[in-house]
């Protein structure tokens, strides 16, 4: 996406045609984003109220297992010289991105969720 992303844009262009779709073929399904600016924008809350999400505390990214991909893909970024490189490198790391990476971080989430607990406000090994 090119520009700022707004509560707008993000509920225009992510979640009406995304992510909403995808909550809708997954009954049961059980969304969660960070307390970013557009995600706690009036506009985004709005169109979520028809799904079910869990609320983000602050301060606990421990909890959120797509921090290890951002991670890996910002490390990747440094050879970025253009917006144009940049774009490319994105997509050639998301399209190799391997689904058993995904999946562990997925499955990692009870884990993910008792170390939080466990540590109260405290840091984790994750």
């Known amino acids: 996406m090119h520009g700022t992303l ?3 844009r993000y509920a225009d262009y ?7 779709p995808f909550l809708n073929g997954h009954p049961g399904a059980i969304f969660q984003q960070d307390n970013a ?3 706690t924008a009036r506009v985004s809350l709005d169109f979520l109220r028809q799904f079910q ?12 297992p797509v921090e290890h991909v951002w991670d890996k893909l910002k490390r990747q970024m440094s ?3 253009s917006v144009h490189d940049l774009e490319l490198a994105v997509q050639d790391f998301l399209t190799h991105l391997p689904q058993d990476n995904i999946r562990c971080l997925i ?3 009870p ?6 607990i466990a540590a109260g406000n405290g840091p984790t090994r994750y």
């Open 53 to 64: 999400t869990i609320s983000w505390p602050a301060l606990y990214t421990d909890l959120s």
């Open 37 to 39: 600016r557009p995600h």
């Open 107 to 109: 499955n990692s989430m």
């Open 6 to 8: 707004t509560g707008q």
């Open 111 to 116: 884990d993910r969720v008792a170390a939080c």
């Open 79 to 81: 050879s970025c010289h």
């Open 14 to 20: 992510i979640l009406r045609p995304h992510v909403g």
